[in-house]
């Protein structure tokens, strides 16, 4: 073969690129991966540690990406990073893939039967304590060897634990504007009516109309800022041009210390988890306490079951979701 020759066919060789080669080039599982934990950290640096990379190695990845489909998938929002419209679809699409195949050692574990049956589930102090017991007990009975780990916690931190993958099943409240979660399924269980609770002597107790006004000029008692409740009810305020004549003396999780500060004059209390529970018979000098629906005012609390989509789901935990669904119908 002539010079000539030989130079033309290494040439041609050079333009068509073999599959292997070509393959190297293309999308790997690594990038998608990182774009998918990109959205849920927020940040590049806390994505390159819990994938225990650089921080240029996760920027090289989400650019490599962004060349591979032609669009910006991330934008700089000061010392965070968010998604565009084209990453936050992308990532709907792939984050489903990633945690089927995050899910393929538990899967084969199971299949093995080797895998430790743990139940982890992260939920607020009223649905614990209320309609929870039942369902939890009845599951303990037929599953004797689950082990059950319950998280006591507000809403927003019940939010945290499970966007953290530290339980299994959430159970929650949403306010409304509460930042979407489109990597969870989130499955509608039932809705509380906010009440007024106040001792039975109070102007409110016998007012025959209850305004945001009225409220606002008695001191408050909430449950916490990260519980959806209380966010629901300051952004009524906030609406109303009233957030700032909110005067909130006391913040608790518990439904029966909340109570008990109503009954002795503290303050007046709004919320739906402290309605379920019968108010305490007065102490000598108390007065007993008046409930009263404001659901005009500040609507209805929702709450849902919450788990992330595309994650295989063990049997046991299925078993528990089923039970508690069942539960609320």
Known sequence: MSKAKRNASAGTEAAVESPARRYFKEVRFRQIRSLVELSRRGSFAATAAAMDLAVPSVWQQIRSLEDEYGV?????????????EDGRALVDLAAPLVESFDGLRAMFEDRRNNAARTL?????????SGALRKPIILYRKNHPNVKIVLLDRPSYLTREIIEQDGADLAIMGMAPGDEPMPQFQCLPLTRHTFHLMCPADHALARARQVTLANIASHPLVLAPEESSSHRQIRQVFRKAGLEDKMNVTMTS????LLLNYVSIGFGIAIGTSAASLKPPKPAAGETEIVFRDVASLFGYEEAFLVQ?????EPPHVR???ELVMKTFQ
């Open 120 to 128: 982890t589930l992260a939920a607020t102090p009223a649905m614990l």
């Open 319 to 321: 078993a528990f979701r």
């Open 72 to 84: 910006q998938l991330v934008v700089a929002e000061g010392s965070k990073m968010a998604l565009t």
């Open 308 to 312: 992330r989509k595309g994650r295989f």
């Open 253 to 256: 999780t518990s439904r029966a």
